[in-house]
């Protein structure tokens, strides 16, 4: 990975996930640890306890979080030349959030988007065998329904937006992301 050059590693995950799984990129000078779940927030963590599919878990970012992903996709603009990582644990999330609304900015249909995140999923299996060995049956019973990467999972979040902003753009205008940077922003994603 260290040999793609990355010009920018942002890390979604929380500091006390970094210090319970250390990141591989930790001292790198590219890598940068921005958290995407608000931390003791009650209604994100209310929403977060009600979901029961993915895209609840999303759209309680896009409702919660839209602070934290605007920094994100900010990091992202301000980035040095070069391609940028993103990651967290799984990889499905937070990640495949943000993933969602770049290609979605990046002008990819929505059936496209939706079928890169179900593409996900084959490539987890061996996660959450893990994951599974590590929890009791209990445990597992509450996360196995998170487990799929289903494409109906993107299309409700990005439909979500729709539903109570209209469109991307207006959303991350409303949480402080200017036009002009969501041009700019659309442009180094379409770069080849």
Same mark, same amino acid.
């Given at each position: 990975?260290k040999?793609?050059n990355f010009?920018r ?6 500091r006390?996930?970094r ?5 591989? %990129? ?6 940068? =640890? ?6 003791r927030?009650r209604? %994100? =963590?209310?929403?977060?306890? &009600?979901?029961?599919? =993915? ?8 409702d919660?979080a839209?602070?934290?992903?605007? /920094? ?7 980035a ?15 990640t495949?959030l943000?993933?969602?609304?770049c290609?979605?900015l990046?002008?990819?249909?929505r ?5 890169d995140? &179900? &593409?996900?999923?084959?490539?987890? /299996?061996?996660f959450?065998?893990?994951?599974? !060995? ?7 019973a509450?996360?196995?329904? %998170?487990a799929? /990467? ?11 937006i ?7 753009? &207006?959303?991350? =205008? !409303? ?7 969501l ?5 180094r994603? /379409?770069?080849?």
């Amino acid at each position: 990975m260290k040999a793609l050059n990355f010009s920018r590693i942002i890390d979604l995950r929380s500091r006390t996930e970094r210090a319970a799984d250390p990141p591989p %990129f930790l001292g790198h000078p590219a890598d940068l =640890n921005l958290p995407l779940l608000p931390w003791r927030h009650r209604a %994100f =963590n209310e929403a977060s306890a &009600a979901a029961r599919s =993915n895209a609840d878990h999303m759209t309680a970012m896009l409702d919660h979080a839209a602070n934290q992903i605007v /920094t994100v996709l900010g990091a992202i603009l301000d980035a040095p030349p070069g391609p940028v990582l993103i990651h967290c644990h799984a990889g499905k999330d937070r990640t495949g959030l943000i993933a969602a609304l770049c290609s979605e900015l990046a002008g990819q249909t929505r059936d496209q988007n939706a079928a890169d995140y &179900a &593409a996900s999923g084959p490539t987890l /299996t061996g996660f959450y065998r893990d994951q599974q !060995a590590r929890r009791t049956p209990e445990q597992w019973a509450h996360l196995a329904p %998170f487990a799929a /990467t289903r494409a109906d999972d993107i299309h409700l979040t990005l439909t979500h937006i729709d539903q109570h902003w209209g469109q991307l753009d &207006a959303y991350l =205008n !409303a949480h402080g992301l200017p036009g002009s940077d969501l041009s700019a922003l659309r442009d180094r994603l /379409t770069r080849t």
